[in-house]
């Protein structure tokens, strides 16, 4: 069975210039979330797909984008960058069952540099 | 708000001594509980959760972790250090206030492993 796959692996892009990152979860996943790690704040959650639709948002501010499409596929989005968005953006996929019973299946990320 | 505190960034330990990472989290319910390792330059792993169906929860590659109410503590332990259990280790509960698969992570703890 495969894995969560993120595309592409590393990115180096200029501040100001927008990216989208893109990532395939695992077949008959329907959850794809999205978290930021960074050294000094760690793993932060950035937003939740579920079923194409936008199901939970963290704090980032609203450059930071996503959208999901019908083969659970999903895309995010940073415009506008700024130095301190270089990260690796992770994308985790989700079997989630209504008991909230699940786990997340990370991919290995992308890394954004931002110069 | 809900948190994951892990205590000690980074521990040392030789080769075939007994491996113990701290984890302490805040919930006002009764939580979901993870530990993840990262290898470098890779995403995250699940070694093991809790959702309430045994407070001693049993891994890969050995880990184990024990759920305890009364102290909010989800301890990672392994009874013997292996060179290769060298990597980054993350705790996480689920989100209590997103109805979806939002985690929040502590900050992590560095494994080093001598011979």
């Known amino acids: 069975k495969a894995g969560v796959t993120q595309t592409p692996r590393y990115l180096i892009k200029t501040r100001g210039q927008q990216v989208t990152l893109s990532c395939s979860p695992i077949?008959?996943?329907?959850?794809v979330s999205w978290y930021q790690q960074t050294p000094g704040q760690g793993l932060q959650f950035l937003f939740e797909?579920?079923?194409?639709?936008?199901?939970n948002k963290g704090n980032f501010p609203g450059r930071f984008s996503g959208r999901q499409f019908s083969n659970s596929r999903s895309e995010m989005n940073v415009s506008t960058l700024e130095l301190g968005d270089s990260a690796l953006y992770l994308c985790?996929?989700?079997?989630?069952?209504?008991?909230?019973?699940?786990?997340?299946?990370f991919g290995q990320g992308t890394r954004l540099t931002v110069v | 708000a809900q948190s994951v505190t892990q205590l000690g960034s980074h521990v040392s330990v030789s080769e075939g001594a007994l491996v113990l990472l701290r984890c302490n989290y805040s919930s006002s319910v009764p939580p979901y509980l993870f530990w993840y390792v990262q290898y470098p330059n890779q995403g995250l792993q699940l070694l093991l959760k809790y959702t309430s169906a045994a407070t001693l929860v049993k891994g890969i590659n050995g880990f184990e972790a024990e759920f305890k109410k009364s102290e909010t503590s989800f301890h990672l332990t392994k009874p013997s250090a292996h060179m290769s259990d060298a990597a980054e280790y993350f705790c996480a509960v689920s989100d209590e206030s997103q109805a979806g698969t939002a985690l929040i992570f502590g900050k992590g703890t560095t494994l080093s492993v001598s011979s």
């Open positions: 077949s008959g996943h329907r959850s």
């Open positions: 985790a996929s989700s079997l989630w069952d209504r008991d909230g019973n699940t786990e997340a299946f």
């Open positions: 797909y579920f079923s194409e639709t936008q199901r």
